[in-house]
């Protein structure tokens, strides 16, 4: 019935249908927000997991108090909200040399998180865990999403395999996994349309080595 958007600063793509509101992550206006268009379904895809983007400082601030923010905005008394998705990231396995070759939403991590983004991911998703733990009847989705390839995609992968030359490590060929723009977009469409409750990886069907990449 209506789609609003919110975020601090101004769209970078002209919208159609979206209602837009240019406001901080402060809870309470949040919390204004969703009672005053009486917003049933919240979709947060702020995390921010680009290094090229932003500074340590400012992702943490987005990644772990902005979801804090949005989420107690969700869990007020006269919230409307009844599903929340949360876009997080395959940086919550981490990237060890003793890991699978594939995780399963069932797995965890094996190594306390090394970088400061694995642990903004980390803690992102367990603040989601514990709000869908104390509001049961409220339908709470997490996709952990491989990296993002596509032609509107500016991240350290996508700046690598525009080189004329790629760098690779001596007598190492990593398994790499992507997922397209356009897939991660129609996966937040499908669990925003259904009730798809729980944990889940969003990629693409097995793996490819750097070279086969490059």
Do not use: W
Not at 43 to 65: F, I, K, M, Q
Not at 82 to 88: N, T
Request: charged share 25%; proline share 6%; aromatic share 6%.
């Amino acid at each position: 019935e209506a789609i609003v958007g919110v975020d601090s600063s101004e769209p970078r793509v002209e919208l159609e249908r979206t209602e837009f509101v240019k406001t901080s992550n402060r809870h309470s206006l949040l919390a204004r927000i969703l009672r005053a268009a009486e917003i049933d379904t919240v979709v947060d895809t702020r995390l921010s997991v680009n290094s090229l983007a932003t500074s340590p400082r400012e992702a943490h601030e987005n990644n772990v108090a902005g979801t804090m923010n949005i989420l107690a905005a969700c869990a007020e008394g006269d919230s409307p909200v009844r599903k929340f998705i949360f876009k997080s990231s395959g940086h919550y396995y981490g990237t060890h040399q003793d890991d699978p070759a594939f995780f399963s939403e069932e797995m965890g991590r094996r190594h306390p998180p090394r970088t400061q983004l694995e642990r903004d991911v980390v803690e992102a998703e367990g603040v989601v865990d514990e709000f869908a733990r104390t509001r049961p009847k409220t339908t709470v989705t997490v996709l952990r999403c491989a990296s993002v390839l596509g032609p509107d995609v500016d991240t350290v992968f996508a700046r690598m395999f525009s080189l004329p030359l790629v760098p690779m490590i001596l007598g190492f060929d990593p398994r790499l996994q992507f997922v397209h723009q356009e897939d991660v977009v129609r996966a937040i469409e499908f669990v925003t349309l259904r009730d798809v409750p729980g944990t889940y990886n969003v990629a693409a069907d097995g793996v490819l080595a750097l070279s086969e990449a490059i």
